[in-house]
């Protein structure tokens, strides 16, 4: 089975603090995603990898940045965090192609208190 | 913008019945997918239909598509206290394939 793993399941930090939240996959995805989830606002997504060292901004790259040096690893940076951070964050993989390429598979998530 | 909404937003059943949830979109879509999320925890996928099927079985599930109304059903049959979770439809659009939108989510509750 695909594994998707979160390094942090809660975190909590202070405003004004450099974040990282990690995400490794074990199944040569190609694409990598990072979301946050709101109450009543769904998964937002933040920024997409499409390969190593390749990004693009999501729907809400404001205030964070991301990493890609190797192909199973996904980084998220918050430079200095802010309470409007506090939230629950996904990553994602998905193959680039072949059957599985539609399919998302998550990690358990990270929730981030922002203080 | 989240264009995918999921009806109705909370579900409350006992076990043995049935849950049917649905889902409207906004743009045209290449799939629709649907996940599960257990509380606290990452999403699950459970099905796939395409923009060309109508009706699709997995188990338990089976899931529709109308294109033509922009929206898609969820149905659990027999349902069992396990099936309490978070459902979101995710639709992927025809252009940029990476940009899936999901829904609000139904949250379902099975009682035993």
């Known amino acids: 089975d695909v594994k998707v793993t979160q390094s942090s399941r809660y975190l909590v930090k202070r405003t004004g603090e450099k974040v990282f939240l990690e995400c490794v996959q074990d199944m040569d995805h190609e694409n990598m995603f990072w979301y946050r989830q709101d109450p009543g606002l769904g998964l937002r997504l933040i920024y997409f990898?499409?390969?190593?060292?390749?990004?693009e901004k999501g729907d809400i790259p404001e205030g964070y940045s991301v990493s890609r040096e190797k192909k199973e690893r996904f980084s998220l940076i918050l430079e200095s965090a802010s309470t409007n951070q506090t939230s629950m964050y996904l990553c994602a993989s998905k193959a680039g192609a072949g059957s599985g390429a539609n399919v998302l598979t998550f990690g358990a998530g990270s929730r981030l208190t922002v203080l | 913008s989240q264009q995918g909404e999921e009806d109705p937003q909370a579900l409350s059943i006992q076990e043995g019945e049935n849950a049917t949830m649905n889902c409207s979109y906004k743009t045209s879509i290449n799939n629709l997918q649907w996940y599960r999320q257990n509380s606290g925890r990452g999403l699950v996928h459970l099905i796939l239909i395409r923009s060309n099927e109508r009706e699709k079985h997995s188990g338990r599930l089976r899931v529709t598509l109308d294109t033509s109304k922009k929206s898609s059903s969820l149905l659990i049959t027999a349902s069992r206290a396990a099936d309490t979770a978070s459902y979101f439809c995710?639709?992927?659009?025809?252009?940029?394939?990476?940009?899936?939108?999901f829904g609000t989510g139904t949250r379902l509750k099975v009682l035993a």
């Open positions: 995710a639709t992927a659009p025809t252009s940029g394939t990476y940009k899936y939108i």
């Open positions: 990898s499409y390969d190593v060292k390749m990004k």
